[in-house]
């Protein structure tokens, strides 16, 4: 296998000229440059990506994103404003099925002239032709003008004709719910097995799963540029998290524990002396656990006023972008506190085979009156468990099931 790029995208953008009145047009014709009638609108910029020969890579983003841009500008449909994109070996792009049949010819008619426009000469057109037509499933009206066709026939044939060859690069845009039922799934058949086949796939799709289930990598664009590439899941977690909150998530910092060997002497108040979290059997502030696999144990020390009661000791786990997922109380557990003559206690917190899914998880601490009520002192966002598992499994948590 090659190890050049497929696909090369350097600094890759897409300018339109928006005018706010038609006549705007011919004023900016006359003016020769000198004035400016138009505001200028980015649809894709500063793209720069590497594609390997072999690779599944996704791209995600909301609607008006770049993503179709993008897309057309590797196809070569659009012409890039500035910067390059390179792209080696056959392409099959599977973009607006269908888009260029003319109604007026037959089914066979259009087959032949679509495959020819893919590269196909006569010889190869022929003896896909069968293959072509079977696929699609409409023998009965392949010699009818395309135009009497229902939408379902137009787009049967279309993905058809474009998946008839072998390429060495295939581009999708929304293309696997094509069709009825039975068609859809052969069609994701398909391509699937051009997948098998080591080939090069760049799929665009608003189904997150697909995209996981699929790709290796993944591009998430936003407001026309890359905000994120990398290993799909981290991309889609990014990018879930985005979606629920409404905003770009920004890296936390891991919150200082700072060093509180010292007595303290402050009376009425309890305070946490140091917080230490293990994920099987390794410490540390950023570790990473497999899903319903790894033991987590966070141990929390404090100190605390002896002419107190015992404090409530609480744990924290939430997400990256601060959603709750779920919190564990000394008080609530009816588990005794236990400190020696000094008012110095400890106590572990364990989660076994940790049921949470893929994602960033943040531990906090909170020592609370006895009533969990009053807060003596917090740790917010102690450490941070990178979850990672075998499955695509979706949600946050795996709860406990069994199937009958």
């Known amino acids: 296998m090659s190890f050049e790029p497929v696909i090369s995208a350097n600094n890759l953008g897409k300018c339109y000229h928006l005018y706010a009145n038609p006549k705007d047009r011919l004023k900016q014709f006359l003016s020769r440059g000198k004035r400016q009638y138009y505001r200028e609108f980015w649809a894709l910029r500063d793209a720069t990506f590497d594609i390997m020969p072999g690779e599944v890579v996704?791209?995600?983003?909301?609607?008006?994103?770049?993503?179709?841009?993008?897309?057309?500008?590797v196809c070569g449909t659009l012409t890039p404003t500035v910067g390059q994109v390179a792209v080696k070996g056959r392409m099959a792009a599977l973009l607006e099925l269908?888009?260029?049949?003319?109604?007026?010819?037959?089914?066979?008619?259009?087959?032949?002239?679509?495959?020819?426009?893919m590269?196909?000469?006569?010889?190869?057109i022929t003896a896909r032709f069968e293959d072509i037509v079977e696929f699609s499933g409409i023998r009965n009206f392949i010699d009818q003008p395309v135009k009497t066709y229902s939408s379902g026939m137009?787009?049967?044939?279309?993905?058809?004709?474009?998946?008839?060859?072998?390429?060495?690069?295939?581009?999708?845009?929304e293309a696997l719910s094509?069709?009825?039922?039975?068609?859809?799934?052969?069609?994701?058949?398909?391509?699937?097995?051009?997948?098998?086949?080591?080939?090069?796939?760049?799929?665009?799709?608003?189904?997150?799963?697909?995209?996981e289930a699929l790709c290796s990598r993944a591009l998430w664009l936003q407001d026309g540029r890359?905000?994120?590439?990398?290993?799909?899941?981290?991309?889609?977690?990014?990018?879930?998290?985005?979606?629920?909150?409404?905003?770009?998530?920004?890296?936390?910092?891991?919150?200082?524990?700072?060093?509180?060997?010292?007595?303290?002497?402050?009376?009425?108040?309890?305070?946490?002396?140091?917080?230490?979290?293990?994920?099987?059997?390794?410490?540390?502030?950023?570790?990473?656990?497999?899903?319903?696999?790894?033991?987590?144990?966070?141990?929390?020390?404090?100190?605390?006023?002896?002419?107190l009661p015992p404090p409530v000791v609480a744990v924290g786990v939430e997400t990256s972008v601060?959603?709750?997922?779920?919190?564990?109380?000394?008080?609530?557990?009816?588990?005794?506190?236990?400190?020696d003559r000094?008012?110095?206690?400890?106590?572990?917190?364990?989660?076994?085979?940790?049921?949470l899914l893929k994602g960033s998880y943040w531990i906090g601490v909170v020592l609370m009156c006895e009533n969990g009520i009053h807060f003596y002192d917090t740790a917010p966002r102690v450490a941070e468990i990178v979850v990672g598992q075998s499955n695509l499994s979706q949600g946050i948590v795996s709860l406990p099931h069994k199937w009958n």
């Open 178 to 211: 094509v069709g009825d039922g039975e068609f859809s799934r052969k069609s994701f058949d398909r391509i699937m097995a051009l997948k098998n086949a080591g080939k090069t796939i760049l799929f665009c799709s608003h189904s997150l799963y697909q995209v």
């Open 322 to 339: 601060g959603q709750i997922v779920t919190s564990a109380f000394t008080n609530l557990d009816d588990f005794t506190v236990v400190r």
């Open 226 to 307: 890359v905000e994120m590439q990398g290993e799909s899941a981290r991309v889609i977690d990014s990018y879930r998290a985005f979606i629920d909150t409404g905003h770009k998530p920004e890296p936390v910092p891991l919150k200082p524990m700072n060093s509180r060997n010292a007595r303290m002497d402050t009376p009425g108040v309890a305070r946490i002396v140091d917080i230490a979290v293990e994920v099987d059997g390794k410490v540390g502030r950023q570790l990473a656990a497999a899903s319903c696999e790894s033991d987590l144990a966070i141990t929390i020390s404090f100190d605390s006023d002896l002419t």
């Open 119 to 124: 590269g196909l000469s006569e010889d190869e």
């Open 58 to 73: 996704g791209i995600v983003g909301r609607n008006g994103s770049g993503k179709s841009t993008l897309l057309q500008l």
């Open 98 to 117: 269908g888009a260029g049949f003319n109604p007026e010819f037959t089914g066979r008619e259009n087959v032949f002239m679509s495959a020819a426009i």
């Open 154 to 173: 137009y787009v049967r044939l279309a993905f058809s004709v474009a998946v008839s060859y072998q390429p060495d690069i295939l581009i999708i845009d």
């Open 342 to 355: 000094d008012g110095q206690g400890k106590v572990t917190l364990c989660f076994g085979r940790l049921p």
